[in-house]
C-alpha cells in the first residue's frame, strides 16, 4: 500500500464541514481509502476528525500515528490487526491507542466480496513522532519506513 496523503481541502473549515464535503481524502492505489472530516478547526492541541474507512489497509505492513488517540465506532466494524492479532471493533466500540502503537485496519466484506465501510469518531492529542509503517522482516524483526518514502512497492512487493 501506497497511500496518498492529500492536502486538506483549502477554505473556510465550516464551509466544507457544512458542504458534507470530507476536508481531507486520503487515497492508494485502490481509490479513496479514507474520507476525513475536521469536527473543529485543525490545530497544534487536540482534533477531532470524523472517518469514513472506505477501503481496508494493505497487509501486510502495520502503521503507527504522529499522535495519540481515542477512537469511537459509529457504525460498521473492522478488524484491528496487529502482531499479536486481530480485534473485532464495531458500534460503540472505544478504544485509546498511544502514538506507538502499530496496527492496521481491515474492514469487514459482504457476501459479494466487497469491503462494508466504518465510520468512528476520532480524537487526538498533539503531535508526537513522525509516523510511518512497520514492515515484517524475514527474522520476524520489523522494519520501519517512515510514511514518505512508503512507495507504491509498500513492504518490497515490486512497483
Known sequence: MSAEISTPERGSWLQTLRSRRPHQV???????????????????????????FIGSDDPPALHNHPWRFLSLVLSGAYFDVTERGAQWRGPGSL????AYHRHRVELLRDDAGRERPCLSVVITGAHQQGWGFFCPRPDGRWRFIPWRD??????GEPD
Open 95 to 98: 478504544a485509546y491507542r498511544s
Open 26 to 52: 486520503i487515497r492508494c492505489e485502490r481509490g479513496d481509502y479514507l474520507h476525513r472530516w475536521f469536527l473543529v478547526p485543525q490545530n497544534r492541541w487536540v482534533n477531532v476528525y470524523l472517518h469514513r
Open 150 to 155: 512508503f512507495t507504491a512497492g509498500g513492504c
